[in-house]
């Protein structure tokens, strides 16, 4: 999955503070609404395009999560019990599984291109932890890519091509001449 939007409009030091710090905001956003993030990375070629890129276990969620609760025994039970018995958004529950009450609730994000379109689109990403400059560059325009979708920017720039198969191979440019060299000897 892949968020792409043009030149972020700063001295490069900004740029790439900017950016590592939007795309850890992005990726606790993601981690927040449940998706499963293996790797998140950011390349641009300050000129014509920013990429903020992230491998996901699933793109798409189930309709349903499960929402650990309260000790059984505690202060809160009334309070858990007053806010999901009879809401619509539970599917089933609650119910108590060992000391703690559970119920499993509808999501109100089942796919990330949506959850992160949703943040995007009305301020640029500043109300979830975008940087001010790399907020203007997405307000300016952005789409949010995934999978095949992504060969779009592939084909027309050959700086992120290689950038997209050193990160889909995962051994660094740097580390595979190492690797190479020391595997003749097996």
């Known amino acids: 999955m892949a968020v792409v939007f043009g030149p972020v409009e700063a001295v490069p030091d900004v740029v790439w503070g900017q950016l590592y710090r939007s795309l850890d905001s992005l990726k606790s956003l993601l ?69 703690r009450l559970m119920v499993e609730v509808e999501r109100r994000f089942k796919d990330a ?17 975008v940087r001010g400059k790399v907020a203007e560059a997405v307000k300016r325009g952005f789409r949010v890519l995934r999978n ?20 889909l191979d995962g051994l660094p440019t740097w580390l595979k001449s190492w690797v190479e060299e020391h595997s003749k000897g097996e």
């Open 31 to 99: 981690e927040n609404w449940g998706f499963k993030v293996y790797r998140a990375r950011v390349w641009t070629d300050e000129k014509t395009a920013t990429v903020l890129l992230f491998e996901l276990e699933k793109s798409i969620l189930t309709r349903f999560r499960l929402h650990r609760g309260p000790p059984v025994f505690s202060g809160e039970f009334w309070r858990f019990m007053d806010k999901y018995l009879g809401s619509s958004s539970v599917a089933s529950g609650p119910w108590v599984e060992g000391d």
């Open 148 to 167: 095949l979708e992504l060969w779009e920017v592939l084909k027309s720039n050959d700086r992120f091509n290689c950038y997209m198969s050193e990160f």
């Open 113 to 129: 291109a949506i959850l992160l379109r949703s943040c995007l689109e009305n301020d640029g990403g500043v109300s979830v932890g």
